[in-house]
């Protein structure tokens, strides 16, 4: 792993690595060596941008050098919200940090107070933060579940302690704990 930011020749991307290009920082979402018949072999990306959150397509020269940025992951603790500001701890130096929404995104929808994320960090600059794949959360409210109805989809609206609106099946109580997918923002199953 490189400490320091580096060129590096397009036949070493991987699949979530953090290049920079026109001064913006990207991930690499997906990418592919393709050599035709004829003229020169190239690289076709897909690449996020990590401040706008947009996906674009981008295609390289085989061996053209590319500068990529070294992301230092950190764990923090989600301590509590205050407006649009949420406040974080970092472990290691117990120092906290302030995110405003827009830069945590859908996020937001899962953290809850002393939840542990994993930050990610550019030249000390906080880019933003990665849940854990699955957190346990607390239905709020939703309708009770009538037996026998079939004519609808056996699955209901809830809203969690963090206010966010999922569907879950008809089974599921108010004030039961629940376990959600972060990355799909789908029910799993009962805690």
Do not use: W
Not at 23 to 31: A, C, G, K, Q, W
Not at 35 to 52: D, E, H, I
Not at 68 to 92: C, N, P, W
Request: with cysteine; charged share 30%; proline share 3%.
């Amino acid at each position: 792993m490189r400490g320091v930011d580096a060129v590096i020749p397009t036949d070493e991307f991987k699949n979530g690595m953090t290049i920079k290009l026109d001064n913006e920082l990207y991930t690499i979402i997906e990418f592919q060596h393709i050599k035709p018949g004829k003229g020169g072999a190239f690289v076709r990306t897909k690449l996020r941008n990590l401040k706008q959150k947009t996906v674009i397509e981008r295609t390289f020269r085989a061996g053209e050098k590319i500068e990529d940025v070294y992301i230092e992951e950190r764990t923090l603790q989600f301590l509590y919200k205050a407006g649009s500001s949420y406040y974080f701890m970092e472990h290691e130096t117990f120092e906290e940090l302030i995110i405003d929404q827009d830069k945590l995104g859908e996020v937001v929808k899962f953290l809850k107070e002393n939840l542990e994320v994993t930050g990610r960090f550019c030249e000390g600059k906080l880019l933003g933060v990665n849940l854990p794949i699955f957190v346990e959360l607390k239905i709020e409210y939703c309708e009770p579940g009538l037996k026998g109805d079939s004519a609808r989809s056996n699955l209901k609206s809830a809203v969690l302690e963090t206010k966010a609106s999922i569907l879950v099946p008809l089974f599921i109580k108010m004030g039961e704990i629940i376990k959600v997918d972060t990355r799909t923002g789908e029910y799993v199953s009962r805690c």
